[in-house]
């Protein structure tokens, strides 16, 4: 099957940055989109940024210019690195796939288990 493994969360303060970073392995054909999707405590998880194969980028209004989504297609790897952080961005930080599996002809949706991110002086 495939996995996806978060990492790089963790405590920063106000102002401060993070990268994230998300790796998949296993039976992969290819990935089509990638992405960070957050959950805030007693709120929904929402979406901060996608990224396709070709490297089109799709943000959340609320995170355009503070933060910036990238991948390594060969290493299947998303990253998300976050400037400026405000507390209102904590949250547990999910890592999604868009997966092509080597028998099947449409993608599987893969998530990883979270990150954790703190934003607190």
């Known amino acids: 099957q495939v996995q996806l493994v978060e990492s790089g969360g963790g405590l920063v303060q106000p102002g401060g940055s993070l990268r994230l970073s998300c790796a998949a392995s296993?039976?992969?054909?290819?990935?089509?989109?990638m992405g960070w999707y957050r959950q805030a405590p007693g709120k929904q998880r929402e979406l901060v940024a996608t990224?396709?194969?070709?490297?089109?980028?799709n943000y959340a209004d609320s995170e355009k210019g503070r933060f910036t989504i990238s991948r390594d297609n060969a290493k299947n790897i998303v990253y998300l690195q976050m400037n400026n952080l405000k507390p209102e961005d904590t949250a547990v930080y999910y890592c999604?796939?868009?997966?092509?599996?080597?028998?099947?002809?449409?993608?599987?949706?893969?998530w990883g288990k979270g990150t954790l991110v703190t934003v607190s002086s």
């Open positions: 296993g039976s992969i054909f290819s990935i089509n989109d």
């Open positions: 990224i396709t194969s070709g490297g089109r980028r």
């Open positions: 999604y796939a868009g997966v092509r599996l080597p028998h099947l002809t449409w993608d599987m949706d893969y």
